[in-house]
């Protein structure tokens, strides 16, 4: 049996439910101009717990078809998204 392909990439949505969007970021030398290429990709990924959201930094590993789409399960999340504080002010009369 081979090994699981295994990628770190970011949450882009969690709008579904159990279902996130990840966006995986690759980097490739060009066979003929020699420039570094940066190409994404985005795979539907199975998150059972719902517990990853947006901009949080994730690790996926290959499963079985699970849908149509899927064909990759939640491992871990990294890394969670920073929320900016936001004050809420109130109005003086």
């Known amino acids: 049996m081979g090994k699981?392909?295994?990628?770190?990439?970011?949450?882009?949505?969690?709008?579904?439910?159990k279902t996130i969007i990840v966006r995986?970021?690759?980097m490739a030398k060009h066979h003929k101009y020699n420039r570094i290429i940066r190409e994404h990709t985005k795979f539907k990924v199975h998150d059972?717990?719902?517990?990853?959201?947006m901009d949080d930094v994730?690790?996926?590993?290959?499963?079985?078809?699970?849908?149509?789409?899927?064909?990759?399960?939640?491992?871990?999340?990294i890394k969670k998204a920073q929320i900016p504080?936001?004050?809420?002010?109130?109005?003086?009369?």
């Open 48 to 53: 059972e717990k719902g517990i990853a959201k």
């Open 4 to 17: 699981r392909r295994e990628y770190i990439g970011t949450v882009i949505s969690d709008k579904m439910q």
């Open 58 to 77: 994730v690790r996926i590993e290959e499963t079985r078809p699970l849908s149509k789409d899927k064909r990759f399960r939640l491992v871990e999340v």
């Open 24 to 26: 995986i970021l690759q």
């Open 85 to 93: 504080h936001v004050e809420i002010k109130e109005e003086v009369k």
